[in-house]
């Protein structure tokens, strides 16, 4: 079937088979693989999207159900080819090892700071915990998010 | 061929970063990586590439009577469907021993075997059309308990391990056997302390599953772009599989998302090379997760009984241990984890007697090999509850007791090895129990900051408060007289401006734990020059340079990048103008065990060693068995931090897989058949398990390795399971010999 997605501000229109992902589709019809695959069941955030200013799993939106939706992947945080804050911040800190986890926490760390500005530990702890990492133990993820908030957006 | 050169390079093209040997440096890869641009296996893509789906076995132990893939090459979308009977070269593979069949013909050995592959055009028609083949299994009993398999028919009639230098043990389903004699192995002493201790099936869980692409090359070879930790070696196991001569396959590393030891056994790479040599078409394979859990090997399960006799002051005079792992179906690593198991069985203390058994069985369970520590990480959770065990019984502070009889240079190992070099464990254990743990925080807090966290399960009533403490050590880099060499490439010439630019090419896997990183450092600073650049990994151009694991990496790699970068810069200065020179280091030699006494044959079985302490507070609310580990305080052996920021990061990662195996890892398996193969029912480690990890570096240089580094990857995971369940029997009281320890062993 045809559907037409809006990602970071671009319109696509695509042929997708009905059962596929929006993470499917992003990945492998739209050529936007930063959000990553590591579970397809929303368990681990790796392909964590903004879909109408929410974070989701797009391992568990279906690629139909996003049209006429504003799709917000990791490609689409920098813009005029500066580092989104939090970027910057996780490459500073050393909150990146493999990067498998980085777009997903990305994501969910920049929607976490556009709703809450100033988090204290607790807070980054609870919304950071749907995002899995295998590398780090969390400390420098911890670091990044507290140098990005104090930052401006 | 519309190969995505531009995407396999990035993250190894950008040389941004800039700091030499011992400064902090951001990762050469951390923007690509930040952007989501770095190219992970998984993100790869050709034109015309086929998706492969991997058919697997529903049984642990059966007999295969027949495979009708008719059904399946009927269905729409597949390309081609493969069995036993399409592998063109060798049946069987294995990291150390051939004993794995590519894929299953008359027998499958373990729940989740390959037994057939599918090629289609999209992945869901893979899927579909694998379901059509039909497989009729007869199913025969499955060996699935450590302790009987020695009894059981032998599920390898040829015993593929035999003639390898191994203790002569004629039982069955023996993988391997250690028996290590030390001193008087009856030695008594004035007191003594036993305990039977088990560990259950970790799993690495990285965070990429496994993936590679395939891509023909139109003269019989093939490329694959693979997550791997040894390029030279999977393709040593790859080009027979396929029939062909190792240079007409080229294994190239792509975007890593992760290893922990999971990537050192072959995964889709014979497979994906099969298929796209079939279909002459790009071949890309990805696991699920369900299919990574059971497409990789994992940590062995032990039982380990263990009695340590010593004096009433706290001298340990004899220790005593028998050990037995659980190989599962195929060989892999197991041996060298058995020797590790074996090896540093009595923790880093000095004894003069001791009597260690170590044996590693084959059984219908899910394989078992590599995973981060492996076989110290098992034999540090007994010797340090041991440790506790008799500090407890002697009235001894149980950091006085390790102190008392921690090992230093000129000591004998229950090997033979004199300790030489680098091996500040008294040290370690001073600097760890000198942090500060932080008070109790008052009541009430946020159910955040408690057991039971947001599921809001106490207010602070039943909540006890434990401090345990635990010391362990490994080995750095390969043992028993392999010779694990590194390889490294440097071209220099003559740039723009008349400026010196080099490029370094070494087959070292980036995992994720910051090798290039290391590369890079040291090239700058032994060339004294920004303009260096690392080559993609590939085995094409540059020999091996072994694997990384064994913490061995940042060793070897530093010492084959120095070596070549030296004798590349003397040709240079010596007015050549274009040099390329390719230089192998080796570590020291190290010698094999005697079989029979289990004491090395020569100077020394291992290389060098590291060692870690740690120091753990947790709150266990005792009525619910629930749990919130508060803080960590550790102090890690580390020789020389070359980026030490990269060096905190591996001991706070390290730290964390260590705590989920104390309180939540676990393989689960019923007859051999995996219940647990997901993320949802397998657990690891979220942000709201993870306490603050304060680390400190102890940086006392090892003598013979480059610039006195040693390994710091594997320290943390060994020691830190053994110090979290050392607070929790501390805030509970109970024995807690089994882990992960469950809330039904904490709660009252």
């Not at chain 2, 010593?310 to 060989?331: E, P, S």
């Amino acid at each position: 079937m045809k559907i037409t997605l809006r990602v970071n501000g671009d319109v696509h229109e695509t042929d997708v088979w009905e059962g596929e992902s929006l993470l499917f589709a992003l990945r492998e019809r739209l050529g936007l693989p930063g959000s990553k695959n590591a579970c397809e069941q929303g368990e681990c955030g790796s392909c964590s999207v903004l879909l109408d200013g929410e974070l989701v799993c797009s391992c568990l939106v279906l690629a139909a159900q996003a049209e006429g939706h504003d799709v917000v992947t990791v490609e689409g945080l920098a813009s005029d080819g500066q580092l989104h804050p939090v970027q910057q911040a996780f490459a500073e800190t050393g909150a990146v090892q493999c990067g498998f986890c980085t777009p997903g926490l990305i994501v969910a760390t920049a929607d976490l700071l556009a709703h809450n500005p100033d988090p204290n530990d607790d807070e980054i702890r609870e919304a950071l915990s749907g995002n899995l990492c295998r590398c780090t133990g969390y400390a420098k993820i911890f670091d990044a998010v507290r140098l990005a908030a104090g930052r401006p957006l | 061929m519309n190969l995505p050169s531009n995407r396999l390079l990035q993250g190894r093209e950008s040389q941004l970063e800039l700091g030499r040997v011992g400064e902090s440096v951001r990762r050469v890869d951390a923007i690509p990586k930040v952007t989501g641009e770095f190219a992970y296996a998984s993100d790869l893509f050709a034109a015309g590439m086929l998706w492969g789906h991997t058919v697997r076995s529903p049984h642990a132990h059966a007999r295969i009577v027949e495979i009708d893939i008719s059904q399946a090459l009927a269905m729409p979308g597949v390309h081609a469907v493969l069995t036993h009977d399409d592998v063109p070269g060798a049946r069987t593979y294995g990291l150390e021993f051939s004993d794995q069949p590519v894929l299953a013909s008359d027998r499958v050995r373990y729940f989740g075997e390959a037994v057939a592959l599918v090629a289609a055009e999209h992945p869901e028609q893979a899927r579909r059309a694998a379901e059509r083949i039909a497989v009729e299994y007869e199913p025969l009993e499955p060996v699935v308990d450590p302790e009987r398999a020695a009894e059981q028919p032998p599920l390898h009639e040829e015993n593929p391990t035999a003639g390898h230098g191994f203790r002569d043990d004629p039982r069955p389903n023996v993988l391997r056997s250690i028996v290590i004699r030390h001193g008087d192995p009856d030695a008594e002493g004035e007191i003594s302390v036993s305990g039977v201790y088990e560990l259950g099936m970790q799993d690495q869980a990285f965070l990429g599953p496994e993936s590679g692409l395939a891509v023909p090359d139109a003269e019989g070879g093939v490329d694959i772009y693979v997550a791997t930790q040894w390029l030279h070696v999977d393709r040593d196991q790859v080009a027979p599989c396929l029939g062909l001569e190792k240079e007409q396959v080229r294994i190239h590393l792509s975007g890593v998302g992760g290893a922990f030891g999971g990537r050192e056994d072959l995964s889709m790479q014979v497979h994906g090379a099969m298929l796209a040599l079939h279909t002459s078409r790009p071949v890309k394979m990805v696991y699920s997760r369900e299919e990574s859990f059971v497409g990789h090997v994992h940590r062995h399960p032990a039982k380990i009984w263990m009695e340590h006799r010593a004096t009433k002051a706290g001298r340990l005079v004899n220790v005593r241990a028998r050990i037995l792992l659980d190989g599962g179906a195929y060989a892999s690593s197991s041996a060298a984890v058995t020797s590790n198991a074996a090896c540093f069985a009595v923790g880093p203390y000095q004894v003069e007697n001791a009597l260690i058994e170590c044996t590693c069985l084959y059984s219908n369970n899910p394989p078992c090999g590599a995973m981060r520590g492996f076989g110290a990480v098992q034999s540090c959770f007994a010797h340090e509850a041991q440790m506790d065990k008799l500090a407890a019984e002697l009235g001894i502070d149980p950091v006085e007791l390790r102190l008392l009889n921690a090992l230093s240079p000129g000591d004998t190992l229950p090997t033979g090895q004199k300790v030489a070099g680098s091996f500040p464990a008294a040290e370690v254990i001073r600097r760890a129990a000198e942090l500060r743990v932080p008070e109790p925080e008052e009541l009430p807090r946020d159910p955040i900051r408690l057991p039971g966290g947001a599921g809001n399960t106490t207010h602070g009533q039943g909540v006890k408060r434990g401090v345990g403490f635990a010391v362990g050590f490994k080995n750095v880099c390969y043992s028993e007289g392999f010779d694990d060499s590194t390889a490294a490439r440097v071209k220099l010439w003559k740039g723009a401006d008349d400026e010196l630019v080099g490029e370094v090419h070494c087959a070292a896997c980036e995992v994720g734990q910051g090798v290039t990183n290391v590369i890079l450092q040291v090239a700058r600073t032994e060339l004294g020059t920004e303009n260096v650049a690392l080559a993609p990994g590939s085995t094409a151009g540059v020999d091996s340079a072994g694997s990384a694991s064994a913490s061995r990496l940042t060793w070897m790699a530093a010492g084959a990048v120095r070596l070549a970068c030296r004798d590349a810069l003397a040709e240079y200065q010596a007015g050549r103008q274009v040099v390329d020179v390719e230089r192998t280091y080796h570590h020291p030699r190290t010698a094999p065990l005697d079989p029979e006494t289990g004491q090395v044959k020569g100077d020394r079985v291992h290389v060098a060693y590291m060692c870690a302490a740690m120091r753990v507070v947790v709150d266990v609310d005792v009525e619910l068995g629930l749990t919130r580990v508060v803080w960590i305080g550790t102090a890690q052996d580390v020789g020389k931090a070359l980026n030490p920021q990269a060096v905190h990061g591996q001991i706070e990662g390290g730290t964390a897989q260590g705590l989920g195996l104390a309180l939540m890892e676990e393989i689960q398996t019923r007859d051999g058949l995996i219940t647990n193969a997901s993320f949802t029912d397998y657990l690891i480690p979220t942000t709201l398990d993870m306490p603050p990890v304060e680390a400190e570096l102890v940086e006392e240089e090892e003598p013979e390795a480059p610039y006195g580094v040693k390994g710091v990857g594997e320290p943390p995971t060994v020691v830190s399971t053994a110090a979290v369940v050392s607070a929790l029997r501390a805030a509970t009281g109970r024995e807690l010999a089994r882990v992960p320890v469950r809330l039904d062993d904490l709660a009252l």
